[in-house]
């Protein structure tokens, strides 16, 4: 099994630009989430889905987009990049069964917005 | 807000020594989940305790949780230079349809030779 996997690995994005962060994860994991990594601020989650075609949000969700069309992906679109979004983005997946939740980690994108 | 705040934020040991991580937490959570981040790296889950649990082993790690003090602590004995991390809480709440796991800042942990 690959696990989770995030493309690209770097991006660099001028203001105003849109771009789709993929992810996919080949476990059969229903629930997906995208996080972004900032210095000093930990981990937070920007969107999450619980299966294919419902997704919400998270606590930082303004300036992003996602969906889920299948069991497998869940990218993240940037509308509009603003340098406030330069960060490290983190996708993970996991299993529900027993409301456990245990989140297996995509390698990070890091992404700059000049 | 997020949810979950570790302490300390920095931790510098010998190894051989032990570790100790304590993460606080403000809302009723259904579980409480360690991972270990090194350096340019994503996470890696650790461990898991529930909330009706309040001690859990796991080789090197032990990991203890006090609901009524919205709690939990990490404890890494016999700590090894391989150690060194960032090591993150994270709560999870689901509810009312909502499933979020939340993170904290984390702990710097360096285990020095």
Redesign the interface.
Known sequence: NAGVTQTPKFQVLKTGQSMTLQCAQDMNHEYMSWYRQDPGMGLRLIHYSVGAGITDQGEVPNGYNVSRSTTEDFPLRLLSAAPSQTSVYFCASSYTLQGVYEQYFGPGTRLTVT | ??QGEEDPQALSIQEGENATMNCSYKTSI??L?W?RQNS??????LI?IRSNEREKHSGRLRVTLDTSKKSSSLLITASRAADTASY?C?T?Y?GA??????????TKLSVIP
Do not use: P
């Not at chain 2, 340019?40 to 889950?45: C, D, P, Q």
């Open positions: 807000s997020q259904n579980n989940q991972y340019g790296r994503g996470l890696v889950h898991l993150f994270a999870l689901s349809g909502s499933y979020q796991l939340t993170f904290g800042k984390g």
